[in-house]
């Protein structure tokens, strides 16, 4: 049973745009945090924003200001607006939940390509 898709990745040239999309089952969704994670090759998955069941939202100090998190909870549904892109924003995207302390299993992620 898939439980997060991502999606809204893809390639743009630096100081563009991009809203990436993760849709959840209900069950994963309602009354939890939702995490946007990132993944570039070779280095760790890093935290990059979270927003609470009522959304009030955390961001890593690198993405602050450019980065938008959001949820609609009709569509249980979380997005993540990405302005101002640079190439170091490259990555794997994935969102995610905790349940019982522990993540979810990580779903395929969305690619971010970022060039100058």
């Known amino acids: 049973q898939v439980e997060l898709v991502e999606s809204g990745g893809g390639l743009v040239q630096a100081g563009g745009s991009l809203r990436l999309s993760c849709a959840a089952s209900?069950?994963?969704?309602?009354?939890?945090?939702m995490y946007w994670y990132r993944q570039a090759p070779g280095l760790q998955r890093e935290l990059v924003a979270s927003?609470?069941?009522?959304?009030?939202?955390y961001y890593h100090g690198s993405v602050e200001g450019r980065f938008t998190i959001s949820r609609d909870n009709a569509k249980n549904t979380v997005y993540l607006q990405m302005n101002n892109l640079k190439p170091e924003d490259t990555a794997a995207y994935y969102c995610?939940?905790?349940?019982?302390?522990?993540?979810?299993?990580w779903g395929r992620g969305t690619q971010v390509t970022v060039y100058s």
């Open positions: 209900p069950s994963v969704f309602y009354g939890n945090e």
């Open positions: 995610n939940t905790l349940r019982d302390g522990a993540f979810l299993q």
């Open positions: 927003i609470t069941s009522d959304s009030r939202p």
